[in-house]
């Protein structure tokens, strides 16, 4: 009797487990990191949910120390700033995206767009921006490539 119970429950965890790993393989998402292509100096990161081998979804971008070119009283200017999205970006059937993120407060808008590969395993991208007030300058991003992989 003692056998017949333990192999029960040694069944009943097998079969568990194996229920949880077949839900867990369907969904995966990928942190990644990466830079502006030829600036050493900024960071990307990332996170793309991928369901089923389809990339769906890409959160927590952030750009970090992103050169951007601000035009002042003595002349032009090169400053880094941090560019992000607190919403997350809807990748398309193609694996593309591309978004438009507001900040009304200076009056900025970034544009995002590029493609998922390797199936959620890397991003390739473009961030750009409008010109925006910071202070008594006006700044702007001019259209700068990106890359990550997890």
């Known amino acids: 009797m003692k056998r017949t ?13 194996v229920l949880a790993g077949s839900a867990v393989a369907g969904s995966k998402t990928y942190r990644q990191t990466g830079q502006i292509v030829g600036d050493n100096g900024s960071k990307v990161k990332l996170r793309v949910k991928v369901k089923n081998g389809d990339p769906q979804s890409i959160k927590g971008f952030k750009a970090k120390d992103v050169i951007t070119r601000c035009d002042t009283k003595n002349g032009r200017k090169v400053k880094r700033y941090d560019y992000l999205s607190l919403d997350p970006i809807t990748v398309q059937s193609d694996n593309e995206f591309n978004i438009v993120l507001t900040d009304s407060s200076i009056g900025l808008k970034i544009t995002l767009d590029g493609k998922v590969k390797k199936h ?5 991208g473009k961030i750009k921006t409008n010109k925006f007030e910071d202070g008594s300058k006006l700044c702007k991003a001019p259209k700068q490539k990106f890359k990550t992989a997890a």
Do not use: E, M
């Open 120 to 124: 959620g395993k890397k991003v390739v």
């Open 5 to 17: 119970a333990t192999a029960a429950i040694a069944l009943v965890a097998a079969a568990s487990l």
